[in-house]
């Protein structure tokens, strides 16, 4: 697939927006329109599944894959020599450090929010068979299922065995599911990702890891705190949890264009 699918609105310096999941910008968009007087806002659907192609075949997905697209969407809407501010949530977050390793000169500040690249952790390999165990879930009994085990590990509680006859999906059913897509195509090849550390804290472009605060004590917020210490760069905890953006998505907002941007910040953007 090489054509590109994303959104814009508003004014002011490009903000790229890479959502996480299967790349599905759902629950988005009060936080883009909270951000759309202050940044041009380009959301982006690497999967152009928001775009009509729901249901059409998917194959396994690469984090590089997603920011070689980024990368084609900020060349079609970035002035050359200009550079672009980044949210990444999720596998989005993967997404866009990989961004930050290979492309810097294209970036100004990345904010990168419950990247769950966990091979990074100590007890890394053990969290990667955790979320092969998760799709194995899936194949074998479902969505709900692996839903529920997918929980369990980014919480750290104990899986709990869902009654019933196991309901894996159909090959359309999947199709249909930017749920069931993430599962099968994005999960286990993005959490295997392993960032470069040493591009990340030589980037010239300012980078931030993030985290929710209902995240504390849970996989992902000690993944990013991780991060944030072995490069260098800063932390900052957002109202909500994993999916924080669809939660509190002004609250979000108002702290995501702060952090980007602090006041007094000789480049800041519009603001009410």
């Known amino acids: 697939m090489t054509d590109l699918y994303y959104d814009m609105r508003g004014s002011g310096p490009v903000l790229l927006v ?8 759902m629950g988005f968009d009060r936080m883009t329109d909270a951000l759309a007087d202050r940044f041009t806002v380009v959301t982006c659907d690497p999967l152009g599944l928001a775009h009509g192609r729901l249901g059409e075949p998917v194959g396994e997905q690469r984090v590089e894959d997603w920011s070689d697209r980024a990368l ?7 002035p050359e020599g200009e550079s672009a501010y980044v949210l990444g949530t999720s596998s989005g977050a ?7 390793a290979r492309h810097p000169g294209r970036l100004r500040h990345v904010v990168a929010h419950e990247p769950p690249c ?6 890394g390999a ?40 196991p309901q894996p999906l159909t090959r359309e059913q999947e199709l249909g599911s930017p749920m069931a897509l993430f599962l099968a195509h994005v999960l ?3 959490t295997a990702y392993d960032p470069d550390l040493a591009a990340l804290t030589a980037s010239p472009a300012r ?12 996989l992902l917020h000690r993944t990013a705190q991780f991060l944030s210490r072995h490069t260098g760069s800063g932390f900052v905890e957002f109202p909500g949890g994993h999916v924080g953006v669809a939660e509190h998505p002004a609250d979000f907002a108002g702290l995501l264009a702060e952090t980007l941007v602090p006041v ?9």
């Open 118 to 123: 966990v091979g990074v952790l100590p007890d």
């Open 264 to 272: 007094g910040d000789s480049q800041a953007p519009y603001t009410t």
């Open 72 to 78: 084609q969407v900020l060349d079609e809407v970035l």
């Open 207 to 218: 980078l931030t890891l993030a985290a929710g605060a209902d995240s504390r004590g849970q």
């Open 18 to 25: 890479l959502p996480g999941g299967a790349g599905h910008p």
């Open 126 to 165: 053990r969290q990667q068979a955790a979320f092969q165990e998760v799709y194995d879930v899936y194949r074998a009994a479902g969505l709900r299922a692996a839903g529920a085990r997918l929980g369990a590990v980014l919480s750290g509680a104990e899986p709990v065995q869902e009654a019933g006859e």
């Open 94 to 100: 993967i997404a866009s450090l990989d961004l930050l």
């Open 188 to 190: 286990t090849s993005f």
